[in-house]
């Protein structure tokens, strides 16, 4: 089994950026925990970053044809993007959204995704965990 662990923009910054909200790892430390975590459960994990629309919409086109499923942190493109919704629904492999802050503790408009009603789920508000939570669920589906 092939995960994809992709993460939108900002999250590059992960470590410095508010780290009140989103803690103190880097994503390189999250990146290292999924990976011993998906050694752990038997899947091989990928993990690919980008601040750009364009890239992370390619990164699920392609994840279709190698990926069991794909764990997705959208950023701030969560709240805009109708192009990421549609590549998300168009590649037919479950997707699980996360975030790692609880975004219904936060600014109204961080309340409305346009990924989470093409998504087999979503978790957030747990930290790094929200995206080790959406890994063990792929695994287990």
Known sequence: MKILILHGPNLNLLGTREPDV??????????????????????????????????????????RT???????????YTHTSVALRDAVSAIQIPVIEVHLSNVYAREEFRHTSL????CKGKISGLGWKSYALALRALVDE
Do not use: R
């Not at 190698?66 to 701030?76: E, I, M, Q, T």
């Open 22 to 63: 989103y803690g103190s790892m880097t994503l390189d430390d999250i990146n290292e925990k999924l990976i011993a975590l998906g050694k752990e459960l038997g899947a091989e994990v990928a993990c690919l970053q980008s601040n750009h629309e364009g890239a992370l919409i390619d990164a699920l086109h392609d994840a």
């Open 66 to 76: 190698w990926a069991s499923g794909v764990v997705f942190n959208p950023g701030g």
């Open 115 to 118: 990924i989470s009603a093409v």
